[in-house]
């Protein structure tokens, strides 16, 4: 009895310092937003090296990463602005972009020094939170994208471009348990709630 009542006491004083684990998706918010911002950062410093006079077809079938649509899309969207005439009928194209993705993806480093994040006995789902006397988790998002653009009627190359990069980063962390800090080079501010759009600097 004595014991059982130990155990009762136990639990409930881990619970006012426990932390409940939900269900998230298996890509986060945070990861989705890094290799946004890498693939479009990347797909501007490639439609710097195409010459903006073209009338051009995409053709996708180099293009392959997880995030394949919103790579071309953003590629799609950058030699536009960049004054490419895009069409959707390679007859009527003076040339053919096809492009390809090296990399876009994240990478993730993280560092404590404490007592990492424990589950609690008997309470399935529940966790004791880490205790930081130093933690830093750092997340970077990279893409590399280029193209080889040439005349779809001789095959001659017009312009093979140099690797085009594109990079972001987050960080965070935590400083004797109770100083904290998050930032990114999104601008983005994520303290606020919802998180707001910030002036780039």
């Known amino acids: 009895m004595l014991s059982r009542l130990a155990l009762s006491l136990a639990l409930l004083l881990l619970a006012g310092c426990a932390s409940t684990r939900a269900t998230s998706p298996s890509r986060s918010a945070q990861e989705m937003l890094l290799i946004t911002t890498a693939a479009d950062r990347a797909a501007e410093a490639l439609a710097e090296q195409v010459p903006t006079d073209l009338t051009a077809w995409i053709d996708p079938s180099g293009f392959s990463a997880e995030d394949q649509a919103y790579g071309l899309a953003a590629i799609k969207d950058a030699l536009l602005r960049h004054g490419v005439k895009?069409?959707?009928?390679?007859?009527?194209?003076?040339?053919?972009?096809?492009?390809?993705?090296?990399?876009?993806?994240?990478?993730?480093?993280?560092?404590?020094?404490?007592?990492?994040?424990?589950?609690?006995?008997?309470?399935?789902?529940?966790?004791?939170?880490?205790?930081?006397?130093?933690?830093?988790?750092?997340?970077?998002g990279a893409a590399k994208f280029a193209a080889s653009i040439y005349d779809p009627k001789t095959g001659k190359l017009i312009v093979s471009t140099d690797p085009a990069y594109g990079f972001s980063r987050e960080d965070d962390g935590v400083v004797l348990f109770f100083f904290s800090w998050r930032r990114n080079d999104m601008d983005i501010d994520f303290s606020k709630n919802p998180p707001r759009k910030t002036a780039a600097k």
């Open 86 to 140: 895009l069409v959707s009928d390679q007859a009527k194209a003076d040339a053919v972009i096809l492009p390809r993705a090296g990399t876009l993806s994240t990478d993730e480093k993280n560092v404590l020094v404490g007592i990492p994040s424990l589950p609690v006995p008997l309470a399935p789902g529940v966790l004791i939170p880490p205790l930081s006397l130093y933690s830093e988790n750092v997340a970077k």
